[in-house]
């Protein structure tokens, strides 16, 4: 079944970086991330939450999607900043 963005909204999202900042202690430093002030939390986490949110679906739903490009896009449309980091041990090695 392909999930439906179009029913995220930006408060959905809000609410959902409300839920993942409150159970995450660090910040992400790799990978995709959304950018909350001064804190960078795991961007495909806040999308699955906002999701669910949006479409009332239970905090267990399982929802699988692999679009990193796509992840990107969708925080962005929605005024959020989101990027691909990589990581300081792998821009070392490179």
């Not at 991330?33 to 679906?57: M, S």
Request: hydrophobic content about 40%.
């Amino acid at each position: 079944m392909a999930l439906n963005w179009n029913s995220v909204t930006a408060d959905h999202v809000r609410a959902a970086i409300k839920q993942v900042s409150g159970s995450k202690t660090t910040n992400k430093e790799s990978g995709l991330v959304i950018v909350d002030g001064d804190r960078t939390l795991p961007a495909k986490e806040v999308l699955r939450i906002a999701y669910r949110l949006a479409n009332r679906l239970p905090s267990d739903a399982s929802l699988t999607f692999s679009s990193g490009d796509g992840t990107l896009h969708v925080l962005a449309k929605l005024g959020f900043v989101a990027e691909r980091r990589v990581s300081p041990s792998k821009r070392e090695s490179t």
